[in-house]
């Protein structure tokens, strides 16, 4: 099996490893300093649960690895739409992609057979189809990532917990192609389990990403700090609600209360969310997929978000004005 990572990051480059160590072929697609110190000394994985290095292929140049079995973007969702010249390289008639993304994919409607919104793109995160224009339907498989990780220096990733990465396809079936990739996985030492309803996981993780993430960059508090503050948890409490109505209202079932969802937060520590890191960072902010998205569902069934779309609309000022001087127009 051929596995082609792009967007070597901290996400990407520990699960390279992982494959890799598993024995699978893997190639990463990365660049300036960090593909540097991966050629030259490999993956350096540190972790709880035991250091390896791992030296797959690198590269930042995808057409020195042709068509692969299984790509596996660790690039943020709003890049997806840009990636196109160095994903065709990679793409052959069966190629499938694997999206390990916050959010709502852009698949989310595709396969749901019987669904008022089957089929409807989900204009947030697809805008005018540029998304499934280079990212096909028929290639995406879901992924929910269960894991974190820092890239602590170039070519060093500290694994901090979780190796769980949830798998699915988007109309529900437990495929060949996604056992073979999640044995590749488990060969590794990652949990990737294969989901019938990955929606369903979609949600549960998102609950948490929608209402801390901007909140984090707003507020600049890590997540026990937003967990301790009454006023602020009674505010993310809201925004779960309103997004488990959401979610219940789009055909899924997330089956996990409030309360433990904060307290799973809370648990974390201080913790900065990756939104808070790239707004630090002067990086454009994820906001499409993580609550733009669920905004426009929340249009689509037809559920009041009211907590949901103030937050939505501060954090999108915020991302306009965060890297504008003040007066500026």
């Known amino acids: 099996m051929k596995v082609a990572v792009l967007g070597a990051g901290a996400i990407g480059a520990y699960v390279g490893a992982a494959l890799h160590r598993g024995g699978t072929e893997v190639h990463l697609i990365a660049r300036r300093a960090h593909l540097a110190a991966m050629r030259e000394h490999g993956v350096r994985v540190l972790s709880p649960r035991g250091d390896f290095t791992a030296h797959p292929h690198v590269t930042d140049d995808p057409a020195e690895v042709g068509p692969v079995d299984f790509v596996f973007l660790g690039l943020k969702a709003n890049s997806y739409a840009s990636c196109a010249s160095l994903l065709a390289p990679l793409l052959g008639p069966d190629t499938a992609v694997v999206a390990a993304q916050n959010g709502i994919p852009w698949w989310y409607f595709h396969g749901l057979t019987g669904h008022p919104l089957e089929g409807h793109r989900v204009e947030t995160v ?9 990212l096909e339907l028929r290639r995406a498989i879901g992924c929910v990532v269960y894991c974190s990780t820092v890239i602590e220096e170039p070519g060093v990733i500290r694994h901090l917990e979780g190796t769980r990465f949830s798998l699915g396809e988007p109309d529900g079936e437990i495929s060949a192609r996604c056992k073979v990739l999640s044995a ?132 999108s000022l915020l991302d306009h004005t965060s890297n504008v001087p003040v007066g500026a127009h």
Not at 126 to 133: I, N, Y
Not at 191 to 207: F, G, H, N, S
Not at 223 to 240: G, I, K, P
């Open 126 to 134: 697809d805008p005018g189809g540029s998304v499934t224009a280079v």
């Open 184 to 315: 590749a996985m488990i060969a590794g030492g990652l949990k990737a389990p294969v989901e019938p309803r990955l929606r369903d996981d979609i949600w549960i993780k998102l609950m948490g990403n929608v209402a801390f993430n901007p909140l984090s960059a707003l507020t600049r508090a890590t997540m026990a700090q937003m967990c301790e503050h009454d006023d602020t948890r009674a505010l993310v409490a809201t925004m779960m609600t309103e997004t488990l109505a959401i979610a219940r209202a789009a055909g899924s079932d997330p089956g996990v209360s409030v309360e433990k969802r904060i307290d799973g937060a809370w648990r974390v520590g201080h913790h900065k969310t990756s939104m808070l890191q790239d707004l630090e960072a002067g990086k454009p902010l994820e906001i499409d997929a993580i609550i733009g998205a669920v905004v426009e569902l929340a249009g689509l069934t037809g559920v009041p978000a009211p907590a949901l779309r103030h937050v939505h609309a501060a954090i």
